[in-house]
């Protein structure tokens, strides 16, 4: 079935308690639309100076699962609360969850942003990217085996970095007055 969701929002803030730099009024639309197994969001975001953009894309079934999420958030975006996440940053998230069958699970997720609020201050305009992977399989109801792969690129922040990160785990877990996990 097919729904269509939609919403406004005009909210003000006031007193002298208030932050200086908070804003006094914000206003926010959003749409929804879902159909089958898909759905679709977007949400923009004003506050009288800046906007902010969020659309997300999902895609479920049984076994998969899959979400890609664009986001523009203006570095000065400001509400009548605070700064909203991802503050400053332009950018693009995808996840990618898959279990071909009951005791695997394979996990994907890719990051690529360009952090305006603090970017590197020699290469103002480098995108930024954080890529994690990880594949579980349960042998038995207390055993299981995690393979991990991680890379973290962010060059194009205030504190310029890379790093890789590469594991296997094994577990175990037992009943022993209390359940117990071991790795």
């Known amino acids: 079935s097919e729904t269509l969701d939609y919403g406004f929002s005009a909210i003000n803030g006031w007193g002298s308690d208030r932050e200086d730099d908070l804003k006094s009024n914000t206003y926010d639309a959003r749409v ?3 159909a089958g197994n ?30 890609t999420e664009f986001r523009d ?9 605070g700064a909203g996440s991802n503050l400053g940053e332009k950018g693009f998230l995808s996840t ?33 990217s ?5 594949m579980n399989y349960s ?17 194009g922040s205030v504190y310029p970095h890379r790093f890789k990160t590469k594991g296997i785990t094994l577990s175990k877990s037992f009943n022993f007055i209390k359940n117990i996990s071991l790795s």
């Open 32 to 34: 929804k639309y879902h």
């Open 38 to 67: 898909f759905s679709l969001k977007h949400e923009t975001g004003y506050d009288t100076a800046a906007i902010s953009n969020l659309t997300t894309l999902n895609y479920n079934r049984a076994k998969l699962n899959f979400m």
């Open 73 to 81: 958030v203006d570095k000065n975006y400001n509400t009548i609360t």
């Open 96 to 128: 990618l969850n898959f279990s071909p069958i009951s005791r695997l699970l394979v996990s994907n997720r890719l990051d690529l942003y360009r952090d305006r609020l603090y970017p590197n201050p020699d290469k103002p305009g480098r995108w930024n």
């Open 130 to 134: 954080d890529y994690n992977f990880s």
């Open 139 to 155: 042998m038995d109801p207390g055993i299981s085996v995690n393979l991990d792969y991680g890379n973290q690129d962010y060059l």
